[in-house]
């Protein structure tokens, strides 16, 4: 499969426990972005990665929450002290630079359950 | 800020019918449009990319189209089928908005047979 992969796919912590989450974009892809989704809504846009730059933020990136790209390949986002208020689907996604228009495709998703 | 707003938020309709689901914008300085579909606890499926300089775009029984003056878009499924049955999103890119996508809250479709 050469889509984008995320790892885990569900994860259930309880508040305040640190988690990480992982994204491998498609591989010939250099930007890679994160977004969260919660129910009923449409995805919000966290954080964006062009190579292992971190280009551009969201206000909703609280402190508690940091990306990294470190060789520009696979993401992780950790979410440090977790809320019961990040409860969300995380979604990765990937684009080419060079392809067409910058179509962003999505991996599955990672589900967080805050208890 | 630009604000996308999906109409209607959901829909019923029976097998074999041709349907639109209606995507609006606030700022009309945009890059593209992209339709996406969801199935229930998964990621999303890229559908039909729009650039701000086409008109529409069609892929199967889908078609898209983008009136960006008037801040617009609409994605027309033909012959519905029960397999067609998901959440769709329609997502914007501006052009001051670096590389970020603004989401609608989508349309739920149900399809029965």
Redesign the interface.
């Known amino acids: 499969d050469t889509g984008v992969s995320q790892d885990p796919r569900h994860k259930i912590t309880k508040r305040g426990q640190n988690v990480t989450f992982r994204c491998d974009p498609i591989s010939e892809h250099n930007r890679l972005y994160w977004y969260r989704q919660t129910l009923g809504q449409g995805p919000e846009f966290l954080t964006y990665f062009q190579n292992e730059a971190q280009l551009e933020k969201s206000r909703l990136l609280s402190d508690r929450f940091s990306a990294e790209r470190p060789k520009g390949s696979f993401s992780t986002l950790e979410i440090q002290r977790t809320e019961q208020g990040d409860s969300a689907m995380y979604l990765c996604a990937s684009s080419s630079q060079t392809g067409t228009y910058n179509e962003q495709f999505f991996g599955p998703g990672t589900r967080l359950t805050v208890l | 800020k630009q604000e996308?707003t999906q109409i209607p938020a959901a829909l019923s309709v029976p097998e074999g019918e041709n349907l639109v689901l209606n995507c609006s914008f606030t700022d009309s300085a945009i890059?593209?449009l992209?339709w996406?579909r969801q199935d229930p606890?998964?990621?999303?499926?890229?559908l039909l990319?729009i650039?701000s300089s086409q008109r529409e775009q069609t892929s199967g029984r889908l078609n898209a189209s983008l009136d960006k003056s008037s801040g617009r878009s609409t994605l027309y499924i033909a012959a519905s089928q029960p397999g067609d049955s998901a959440t769709y999103?329609c997502?914007v890119?501006g052009e001051t908005s670096?590389?970020?996508?603004?989401?609608?809250?989508?349309t739920q479709l149900t399809v029965n047979p």
């Open positions: 996308v890059y593209n992209q996406f606890g998964k990621g999303l499926t890229s990319l650039q999103l997502a890119r670096g590389s970020r996508l603004t989401f609608g809250e989508g």
